[in-house]
């Protein structure tokens, strides 16, 4: 099972800092994570910014990038700052 972190605000939009997840067997990419989370939360489109980067593994990667099961994946909003 895949555990998924959430980061900043998309925990508030998750309701949840971390789960724990069986990957659907249309999910094979970090793209399509992105897309299959953002429809089961509901959260209309906060999870498909181009601003909002992934890590696998703790490696940042980009949409194309292969998941699994086993791997850890992070979703993170952007770092604002003044």
Same mark, same amino acid.
């Given at each position: #099972?895949?555990? &998924? @972190?959430? %980061?900043?605000?998309?925990?508030? !939009?998750?309701?949840? /800092?971390?789960?724990?997840?069986? @990957?659907?067997? $249309?999910? /094979? ?5 992105? $897309? %299959?989370?953002?429809?089961? %939360?509901?959260?209309?489109?906060? @999870? @498909?910014?181009? $601003?909002?980067? !992934? ?17 850890? &994946?992070? %979703? #993170?909003?952007?770092?604002? +700052? +003044?």
């Amino acid at each position: #099972m895949a555990k &998924i @972190l959430y %980061f900043g605000r998309l925990s508030d !939009i998750t309701g949840a /800092a971390e789960e724990v997840l069986s @990957l659907p067997d $249309t999910v /094979a990419t970090a793209g399509e994570l992105r $897309t %299959f989370l953002d429809l089961k %939360f509901e959260a209309n489109g906060a @999870l @498909l910014e181009p $601003t909002v980067r !992934i890590a696998v593994n703790n490696e940042l990667c980009f949409d194309t990038e292969s998941i699994a099961d086993s791997d850890e &994946i992070a %979703f #993170m909003p952007p770092v604002g +700052g +003044g």
